[in-house]
């Protein structure tokens, strides 16, 4: 089955860690995303790619990097430096056609700071 | 800069009783208006794409509708296992060739049996 995985589901980060959010897609989509989902907020851009090795800041882009080296990968590591970082995180991708805009997502996973 | 208001933010209906969630958005170039559905603890699950207004998109018991200003995401005859968030996103303009959508709060929709 096509699909995009993220791993863990859970995840807990104790203060002052870095932490590396897994996503992984077997659908052959070029670009990827990822969003921070808060309660009561719409989904909130972190960070995209629309090709290998290469990857542009979204709106909320402080505090986490992100690496593209492989096509079916775009982890997300949690730095320190992320003041607020208790969140669902979402990881999504799409075809590069552009007339398929929609982007599918992958099943979350949720970080709490210990 | 590419807004999106979803309304109500909580909706409660009987089991068969219809209704509208509704999808307000200003963006500058519409390139695609989205739905998804979420239940907890998920991901978003795709529903439909509406490219212009005037365009009707249907599943099942949802249907949903696009304006100049506003889409539509009509249930019928709802059930509860139609009881999930709703989100509306939107594209517009490319921004240096990227395809970003802008997303709305959601609408929690609860049917009861």
């Known amino acids: 089955d096509g699909g995009i995985t993220q791993s863990p589901k859970y995840l807990f980060r104790k203060e002052g860690q870095n932490v590396t959010l897994s996503c992984e897609q077997n659908l052959n989509h070029d670009a990827m995303y990822w969003y921070r989902q808060d309660p009561g907020q719409g989904l909130r851009l972190i960070y995209y790619?629309?090709?290998?090795?290469?990857?542009q800041k979204g709106d909320i882009a402080e505090g986490y990097s992100v690496s593209r080296e492989k096509k079916e990968s775009f982890p997300l590591t949690v730095t320190s430096a992320q003041k607020n970082p208790t969140a669902f995180y979402l990881c999504?991708?799409?075809?590069?056609?552009?007339?398929?805009?929609?982007?599918?997502f992958g099943p979350g996973t949720r970080l709490t700071v210990l | 800069e590419d807004q999106v208001t979803q309304s109500p933010e909580a909706l409660r209906l009987q089991e068969g009783e219809s209704s509208s969630l509704n999808c307000s958005y200003t963006?500058?170039?519409?390139?695609?208006l989205f739905w998804y559905r979420q239940d907890p603890g998920k991901g978003p699950e795709f529903l439909f794409t509406?490219?212009?207004a005037g365009e009707e998109k249907e599943k099942e018991r949802l249907k949903a509708t696009l304006t100049k200003k506003e889409s539509f995401l009509h249930i019928t005859a709802p059930k509860p296992e139609d009881s999930a968030t709703y989100l509306c996103?939107?594209?517009?303009?490319?921004?240096?060739?990227?395809?970003?959508?802008?997303f709305g709060q959601g609408t929690r929709l609860t049917i009861n049996p």
């Open positions: 999504a991708s799409r075809r590069a056609d552009s007339t398929y805009n929609e982007q599918f």
């Open positions: 509406l490219y212009s």
């Open positions: 790619s629309q090709i290998v090795n290469d990857f």
């Open positions: 996103a939107v594209q517009g303009n490319l921004i240096q060739g990227a395809q970003k959508l802008v």
């Open positions: 963006v500058s170039g519409l390139r695609g």
